[in-house]
């Protein structure tokens, strides 16, 4: 059975950093390629990074120069840094991977940017 954990979510004042974790087990996490999404209050999930299984990587034009996707290939989790936190970044953040056509989402971590 997929699983997908999603952690490390908060609520962080303007500026700050917080790193999320996208643990994942019941599948070869190294064929896959993994992809970080947030969803903001009221409005639809969009896609924040991605990084594939030869570590090509892409990012959103909003979290580019501030946010640093990763993967572990032996701890089988992918990681989102996220430095100088806005409050336009606040939203649930979700991990995606794409199996066999089918998509897997993990339950998500809420992440508040707030003064």
């Known amino acids: 059975e997929v699983q997908i954990v999603e952690s490390g979510g908060g609520l962080v004042q303007p500026g700050e950093s917080l790193t999320l974790s996208c643990v994942t087990s019941g599948f070869d996490f190294n064929r ?25 990587i892409e990012y959103a ?30 939203g649930e953040y979700f991990c995606k991977v794409r199996i066999a056509g089918i998509v897997h989402w993990g ?3 809420r992440v508040t940017v707030s003064s």
């Open 107 to 109: 339950q998500g971590t």
């Open 32 to 56: 896959y390629g993994i992809q970080w999404f947030r969803q903001a209050p009221g409005a639809q999930r969009e896609l924040v990074a991605g990084i594939g299984t030869v570590r090509n």
């Open 61 to 90: 034009d909003s979290v580019k120069g501030r946010f640093i996707v990763s993967r572990d290939r032996y701890k089988y989790t992918s990681t989102l840094q996220m430095n100088n936190l806005k409050p336009e970044d606040t």
